[in-house]
């Protein structure tokens, strides 16, 4: 189903997702933040200061943005294979953190 073009009475800030860039509300998105010291990290506070980028809790998306090297691009840093793993698995914590609420 398609959502109205305009919904003004209940605007949320959106970000796209590095992934599969579709736009969704900020606070269901995951932040990856490069540090002013260069470490990758997810942010789960949305409140670390640095560069970030945003990915949705579908754990493909960090694959595309991987594959794309989209992620690389929107923090403008290299994200080495170590820290693809993490991601992931800090991506996997967060989505079960989420299905048991
Ligand atoms: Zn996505």
């Given at each position: 189903m398609q959502q109205p073009a305009q919904a003004k009475a209940y605007q949320k800030p959106e970000r796209r997702c590095t992934g599969c860039g579709n736009r969704f509300p900020k606070n269901t998105l995951i932040r990856v933040v490069r540090s002013p010291e260069g470490s990758v990290s997810l942010d789960g506070?949305?409140?670390?200061s640095g560069r970030g980028a945003y990915l949705c809790r579908n754990p493909k998306c960090l694959q595309k943005a991987k594959k794309g090297n989209r992620l690389q691009a929107a923090l403008d840093c290299v994200v080495s294979e170590e820290i693809y793993a993490t991601l992931e698995a800090q991506l996997a914590e967060y989505v079960h953190e989420s299905d048991r609420k």
């Open positions: 506070t949305g409140k670390k």
